[in-house]
C-alpha cells in the first residue's frame, strides 16, 4: 500500500512564524503536491514538483515556499504565518502518470 | 475563477437510493477526469475516473457518466449505503493522469438508513 505520511495532524502557530509541513512518501514516485482544502473551495494546489530540487507553482503559491532535497520528502514552508492561512493542508504523491495518493492532511491554524 | 464547478454542495439520501453529483469543466484540454471520496479525519482516496474517449465507466455501484460536448461529467452511486456517507470531490487534470488536479468545491454526501 501507498503510504503518504504527513508529520502532523494538528498544528498551531502564531502570526509572523515560519512554519514547516513535512511530507514523506514511501513508494518511490516521481511526483509530489502540496494542497489546501477549505469549506466549498474544494483542493487548490499551492505547488507541485516533478522531481529533486525541482519545483511548480499551482494556482495559489502566495505565502508559501517548498523544498525537495530528497525524493521522498517534500516541504511545504509559510515564510510569516497569517491568520488567512488557517487551513487543512494536504500532501500527494504519484508515479508518473498515475493517480495522486493522499497523505490525511495537517490542520494548521494560525492565531 | 473556479474551473470546475461541482454541484450539489451537500445532498441527503435514503439508504438504496440514487446519489447524483454532477461537475462541469471549462478547459476543453482536460483529458483526464477523476473522483475522490473522502471520509472525516482521512484524506481523499481516488474512487474512480475516466478519460474523455468513453461516455461511462462503471465499477461496482460507482457509475461515471461523460458529456464531452457540454463539458459535463457526473457521478452515480446506485444502492446508496450509509457507508457511503463521506465528501466527494470531482477533478480535472492535463495530459496525464499524475497531473495537477484542479478540484471541484466538494459535496458532502450523508446516507439515511
Known amino acids: 500500500d501507498v503510504k503518504v505520511t504527513q508529520s502532523s495532524r494538528y498544528l498551531v502557530k502564531r502570526t509572523g512564524e515560519k512554519v514547516f509541513l513535512e511530507c514523506v512518501q514511501d513508494?518511490?514516485?516521481?511526483?509530489m503536491f502540496w494542497y489546501r482544502q477549505d469549506p466549498g473551495l474544494g483542493l487548490r494546489l499551492i505547488y507541485f514538483s516533478y522531481d529533486v530540487k525541482m519545483k511548480e507553482k499551482g494556482d495559489i503559491p502566495e505565502g508559501y515556499s517548498v523544498s525537495r532535497e530528497k525524493k521522498e520528502r517534500f516541504s511545504l514552508i509559510l515564510e510569516s504565518a497569517s491568520t488567512n492561512q488557517t487551513s487543512m493542508y494536504l500532501c500527494?504523491?504519484?508515479?508518473?502518470?498515475?493517480?495522486?495518493?493522499f497523505g490525511d492532511g495537517t490542520r494548521l491554524s494560525i492565531l | 475563477q473556479q474551473q470546475v464547478k461541482q454541484s450539489p454542495q451537500s445532498l441527503i439520501v435514503q439508504k438504496g437510493g440514487i446519489s447524483i453529483i454532477n461537475c462541469a469543466y471549462e478547459?476543453?484540454?482536460?483529458?483526464?477526469f477523476p473522483w475522490y471520496q473522502q471520509f472525516p479525519g482521512k484524506g481523499p482516496a481516488l474512487l474512480i475516473a475516466i478519460r474523455p474517449d468513453v461516455s461511462e465507466k462503471k465499477e461496482g455501484r460507482f457509475t461515471i457518466s461523460f458529456n464531452k460536448s457540454a463539458k459535463q461529467f457526473s457521478l452515480h452511486i446506485m444502492d446508496s449505503q450509509p457507508g457511503d456517507s463521506a465528501t466527494y470531490f470531482c477533478a480535472a487534470a492535463l495530459n496525464n493522469a499524475g497531473n495537477m488536479l484542479t478540484f471541484g468545491g466538494g459535496t458532502r454526501l450523508m446516507v439515511k438508513p
Open positions: 513508494m518511490d514516485h516521481e511526483n
Open positions: 500527494a504523491s504519484s508515479p508518473f502518470n498515475q493517480p495522486q495518493h
Open positions: 478547459n476543453t484540454a482536460f483529458d483526464y
